[in-house]
């Protein structure tokens, strides 16, 4: 298992678990009045000038207390860490080991469920874009999926509420680290599957639907034996309820 920090450039292997809960994702939720901050944030999104990103970074700097700081380089990019949290509700589909010299084939493909709550560090520039983010994670995790599948949020807090909104395709996480400061309390970031409502099973490939019905097979033998066993405790406590009423006499 890796310490979590990852670059653009890096791949790392990783640990995955298997599934255990249900695969159907949670009932999609109702419209949120966040949606409407993504707006007013694409609104008000200025462009800092070198002096006022500079500032920022000494500022930002100087209140980090993880050591993960940000770096101003010469032509007035900057490069520094942002935090993702995985909340994927679906299994992704995986690569795993192939020896050296070899070509992944479908056997080399595995479905699984990521743990809850999983936060993976990212190292990226000032001019990364939530896609190339995305597509980064993902390589990260060897994870065959299509990232048109996902989707990076945003979770602040503002009076006491917590607000999660999905970030444009072309927004750059690390200028929003900067501007809100290190505390992941006044921002984070979180990946997530599309809210669609559906699962869209025509966005996977064959082998992800193969390994998908296996899951659901298992899961449905499972279920399956768990009635079992509870109608035969059922069983077994009202034949001796009439055990006791109908003694001989």
Sequence with gaps: MSSGYSSLEEEESEEFFTARTSFFGRPPAK??????????ERETHTYLSKEEVKEKIQNYNSSVTDKLKMTLNSNGT????IKVQMELCRPIT?????NPGEHAHN??????YLPAGYVNKLHISSINTVREVIEALLKK???FDNPAKFALYKRCHKEDQVYT?????????LYLRLVAGPSTETLSFVLREHETGEVMWEAFSLPELQNFLRILDKEEDEQ???LKR???AYKDKLEEALGGVWKPG
């Design 31 to 40: 419209a949120r009045p966040e949606l409407q901050d993504v707006q007013k």
């Design 230 to 232: 509870r109608y035969a």
């Design 94 to 98: 995986v690569q795993t080991s192939v």
């Design 78 to 81: 900057y490069t520094g860490f």
């Design 224 to 226: 399956l034996q768990i």
């Design 165 to 173: 909104c999905k970030l444009s395709d072309r927004e750059h996480p």
């Design 141 to 143: 995790f060897l994870v």
């Design 107 to 112: 056997n080399n493909e595995a479905s699984f």
